[in-house]
């Protein structure tokens, strides 16, 4: 839950927040990943 709360506050700095903007956080669960995850983690 700390992650959502972390995102909310972020989304609150939108300058069209509350009154003009919409946000849709959607979860999920990623099912392919790239072999080159772990080189491209660093950047």
Request: hydrophobic share 35%; aromatic share 10%.
């Amino acid at each position: 839950m700390e992650n959502r709360e972390a995102l909310q506050k972020i989304l609150e700095e939108d300058c069209y927040y509350p009154n003009f903007a919409t946000h849709e956080v959607r979860e999920f669960s990623p099912k392919l990943v790239s072999e080159r995850i772990v080189e491209l983690a660093g950047r």
